[in-house]
């Protein structure tokens, strides 16, 4: 349907790429109830807001409601990325041309075409994970956001999100129709994939030195795509030539936006995951004690297991582990680096997590700035204790293993000395002594 659907091609629009739903797990009976549950994210409490009549967002006649929406959601025209390839909800509406924008913040995406009949938003809840909406692009007293499920969740939930709702980066090569040439392959795309593999279909402002990617690029002819020298659409930093631009909010597919949000979309599916496994490891042991009469607060090996199988993921991610080095600097076109940067809370030294590297890595400080959101706060106590005594192992030097090489000294005392002074309710342990 819907929703993030947000990222087509490469990008977060997972649509038609990812094939039937294959879910791991029941995430509609307990102690999930996904589609009943109450959410409890930025959108819903803006539709809270617009109902009491305390907000009311502006429509205009080209972009409908989506302007003002940026604004209450607090999410930067710098953040917009656009998408050619037709793999999402309105692909009718999507040309080289005329491509879909997608804009997020730490807590939301929004996908926009031009013309379109409406604004697929996706929130992400601190229990439920993403949760998806769709927003009429037709003028109302009180718009009113529709949240979606089962369509939606055909995607977002398949075999390659582990039958879990979430985001879905991807890449291919679009033809001349805009359809992704699945025989030479798709790739999904997070922090840890090469810059070679990434932003098929999707059109790229800036530059990446002597870096190549799939970006800005169109098949064309019955030529096989991966021997398409794509050299001419590097280092584009105005997209003119590709479509007119001065019919967005802005004339910018911004390569650091990109970077970034792929990162994020992945970290979001992971804790998503890390959320869901420990509560449902928690609801069968809970089950299980009863039956044999054992205490309530018995922890079986089983469980404990199933926890560490749920956080070691989530830890990995967290502190960057295998992420793909880049050999030159980017740069992107929109200031969406700098007033990401902006966004952060910074300790005494005025470090901060969301401090940007773009010479060999995306952060200067390689753990996520989402670390600070409520979806994190929001783990299950045993999930959270499991993850931060692992990142306080990792970051303190007591473990030193090859899924954490890539840490220096210097970058593990200085991520630990970061979230000392900005990461609220640390456990003691964390404190200097």
Known sequence: MVSIRLFGVMGVVLAALAGPAARGADIEGEPINYSKAASSNVVARLQQRIDAGQVKIAYEDRVGYLRSLLRELKVPVSSQTLVFSKTSLQRERIK???????????????????????????????QLGSVFYSLDQEKAEKPKFTRQSDTCLICHSGSTNQGFPGQLARSVYADADDFPVLASGSYRIDHTSPLENRWGGWYVSGTSGKQKHMGNLIVRGRRRPEDIDNTPNLNVTDLGKYFP???????????????????????????????????????????????LGRPADYRSESTTSRIKSAGEPLVKYLLFSG??????????????????????????????????????????YPCSYVVYSESFDALPDAAKDYVMRRVYDVLSGKDKSEDFAHLSAADRKAILEILCETKPNLPKYWRPQ
């Open 96 to 126: 080289p041309a005329t491509p879909r924008a997608v804009y997020f913040s730490d807590e939301v995406y929004i996908g926009y075409c031009q013309n379109g009949v409406v604004l697929e938003v996706t929130a992400i809840d601190p």
């Open 323 to 364: 992420e793909a080095k880049l050999t030159d600097k980017l740069k992107g076109t929109s200031g969406f680096a700098e007033e990401f940067a902006r966004r952060g809370p910074r300790d005494r030294r005025g470090r901060s997590l969301r401090d940007l590297d773009l010479q060999t890595r995306l952060l200067k």
């Open 245 to 291: 631009t001065e019919r967005y909010l802005s004339p910018h597919s911004d390569v650091v936006a990109l970077m970034v949000l792929e990162h994020q979309a992945e970290m979001h599916n992971v804790l998503t995951r890390a959320n869901y496994q420990t509560r449902l490891a928690l609801r069968d042991e809970a089950e299980l004690n009863k039956a």
